[in-house]
């Protein structure tokens, strides 16, 4: 059976992208083909082959069965902004039947797929597409990113209760050490364990380049859950 997880955030730049990869590099390792989805990608370069995102090309790197781009990233946008402003100025409406086909399509190679959101979990898909709607679509657990900085207990915390309160499953969170500054990170972690709800899945630490592949073994928690 094929099984997805939807990877969210606190917000755009929290660490989806690098837990999303990481958990792809946790569960390749572990011997279950997976592979990454960007559904939406707002921030494309132009190439001689289409409207290419770096965060679908790094889900793709970290990929068991080198997915088609299509599948991967459906929907892409050249300008760097809210991917329903995007859709709009490119004149098309984001459909859910579009992803469905595309995640149909590359759950046919793998066992796992890691879908990563965008930006925060609010943010819009289109007039009247919301994330939620997509997740309860293809009924995804969801994973909430955590990008370690102040103000993230909020973030984290409106999050969780807006995933639960969208009718979504909230399977757990990961932390992403992405400010080397921030004061009482083991404190601010301390209450993200206690106030959350769900388990933590594993901190990514700060690192000055980081590599999925040498982070894996921060998300061995993962494994499990995703396994089970
Ligand atoms: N643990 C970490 N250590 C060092 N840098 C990190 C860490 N986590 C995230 N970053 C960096 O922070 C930036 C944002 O991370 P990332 O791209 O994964 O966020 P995102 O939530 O996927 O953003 P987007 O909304 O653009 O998709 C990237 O430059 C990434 O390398
Ligand atoms: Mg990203």
Redesign the pocket.
């Known amino acids: 059976m094929n099984r997805a997880v939807y990877v969210t955030?606190t917000d755009?730049?929290?660490?989806?992208?690098?837990a999303a990869a990481t958990l792809l590099a946790v569960l390749n390792a572990s011997g279950l083909r997976a592979a990454g989805m960007k559904p939406v990608a707002s921030g494309c370069e132009h190439t001689a082959t289409g409207l290419r995102n770096a965060?679908a090309e790094l889900l793709i790197a970290h990929s068991a069965g080198a997915p088609a781009y299509a599948n991967v990233n459906p929907y892409a946008f050249a300008d760097p902004i809210a991917p329903h402003l995007a859709a709009a100025d490119a004149g098309i409406e984001i459909c859910l039947a579009r992803i469905d086909a595309a995640f149909a399509a590359l759950s046919t190679n793998v066992q796992f797929v890691v879908v990563?959101g965008?930006?925060g979990w609010m943010a819009p898909l289109g007039p009247r597409l919301m994330q939620a709607d997509l997740v309860r679509a293809l009924h995804l657990p969801v994973i909430l990113?955590v990008g370690l900085r102040l103000g993230c207990l909020n973030h984290a915390l409106l999050s969780a209760r807006a995933i639960r309160a969208d009718g979504a499953e909230l399977a757990g969170w990961i932390a992403?050490?992405?400010d080397t500054q921030m004061a009482r990170r083991e404190d601010n972690l301390a209450t993200l364990r206690e106030r959350l709800g769900a388990p933590c899945l594993g901190v990514?630490?700060?690192?000055a380049a980081?590599d999925p592949a040498v982070l894996a073994p921060q998300l061995a928690a993962a494994r499990r859950l995703l396994r089970a």
Do not use: N, Q
């Not at 755009?12 to 690098?18: D, M, P, R, V």
């Not at 990514?204 to 690192?207: K, N």
């Open positions: 955030g755009t730049g929290a660490g989806k992208s690098l965060d990563e965008v930006g990113v992403s050490g992405v990514l630490p700060y690192a980081p």
